[in-house]
């Protein structure tokens, strides 16, 4: 970490990115259809999939103190304020515990706000503004035996696609579940996932709701790519 005489801000240096920050877990149980079938039905697959990511990840966001302060360090300097500035402190950290009042104050650009697509409202934690990336280790528990995730062809079983495709912002299709006029995702887009793990075993589950139930416990490791103070909090 360096300073400029001249300059009372910091300048975070050569931290090796990217870095791990955090880390958690989401849960999906339901139905998840192994071959491709009609449009109409995986769209109602990935539907119920937001539906049930969509309440964990709001809570991640209260409960997640990282997450709180990112609220209000990820305000930066716009381009009428002479670009963004790397700071260590947040001349707004005396109101880290209070959620941030919309709009930012003038002349500051919010990195982490909303993004609109058609028509909806969208709160990715992994985008590209915060140069965050992720890794997504999964457990895939489904009712055949351990293997076989990878066609002859070389591709991913079309379920991991599917729920992979449910996790970031919907790129054509108005698909979402709100939480108080907001949809939460993980990704913004697909191509921020840098790395991906599956270990598949049988479910054992006796009695299931779906002939084609999967329960699915996804680790989900965020990385930052480059280190400044919009996400210097998370380290």
């Given at each position: 970490?360096?300073?400029?005489?001249?300059?009372?801000?910091?300048?975070?240096?050569?931290?090796?990115?990217?870095?791990?920050?955090?880390?958690?877990?989401?849960?999906?149980?339901?139905?998840?259809?192994?071959?491709?079938?009609?449009?109409?039905?995986?769209?109602?697959?990935?539907?119920?999939?937001?539906?049930?990511?969509?309440?964990q990840?709001?809570?991640?966001?209260?409960?997640?103190?990282?997450?709180?302060?990112?609220?209000?360090?990820?305000?930066?300097?716009?381009?009428?304020?002479?670009?963004?500035?790397?700071?260590?402190?947040?001349?707004?950290?005396?109101?880290?515990?209070?959620?941030?009042?919309?709009?930012?104050?003038?002349?500051?650009?919010?990195?982490?706000?909303p993004?609109?697509?058609?028509?909806?409202?969208?709160?990715?934690?992994?985008?590209?503004?915060?140069?965050?990336?992720?890794?997504?280790?999964?457990?895939?528990?489904?009712?055949?035996?351990?293997?076989?995730?990878?066609?002859?062809?070389?591709?991913?079983?079309?379920?991991i696609?599917?729920?992979?495709?449910?996790?970031?912002?919907?790129p054509?299709?108005?698909?979402?579940?709100?939480?108080?006029?907001?949809?939460?995702?993980?990704?913004?887009?697909?191509?921020?996932?840098?790395?991906?793990?599956?270990?598949?075993?049988?479910?054992?589950?006796?009695?299931?709701?779906?002939?084609?139930?999967?329960?699915?416990?996804?680790?989900?490791?965020?990385?930052?790519?480059?280190?400044?103070?919009?996400?210097?909090?998370?380290?």
């Amino acid at each position: 970490m360096s300073r400029d005489a001249a300059s009372p801000n910091y300048v975070i240096e050569n931290l090796s990115c990217p870095c791990s920050v955090m880390r958690f877990y989401l849960v999906y149980r339901g139905q998840l259809s192994a071959t491709q079938g009609k449009r109409g039905a995986r769209r109602a697959e990935r539907v119920e999939i937001r539906k049930q990511i969509t309440p964990q990840l709001k809570r991640l966001w209260e409960v997640n103190g990282a997450l709180t302060r990112l609220l209000w360090d990820a305000r930066v300097p716009g381009p009428a304020a002479g670009g963004f500035m790397a700071t260590v402190s947040s001349p707004l950290e005396e109101w880290y515990n209070s959620p941030p009042q919309y709009p930012p104050q003038k002349g500051f650009v919010d990195l982490t706000s909303p993004i609109e697509r058609h028509g909806r409202k969208y709160m990715p934690l992994v985008r590209k503004s915060l140069d965050l990336t992720c890794s997504l280790n999964v457990l895939f528990l489904r009712q055949e035996d351990p293997g076989s995730l990878l066609k002859k062809a070389g591709d991913l079983d079309n379920r991991i696609k599917t729920f992979i495709d449910a996790l970031e912002m919907p790129p054509e299709e108005a698909e979402g579940d709100e939480t108080d006029g907001l949809n939460y995702c993980l990704l913004e887009n697909d191509s921020l996932v840098r790395g991906l793990e599956i270990d598949s075993e049988r479910l054992l589950l006796p009695e299931l709701d779906y002939p084609n139930q999967v329960h699915l416990i996804v680790e989900v490791v965020v990385h930052v790519e480059r280190v400044g103070s919009w996400n210097v909090c998370l380290l």
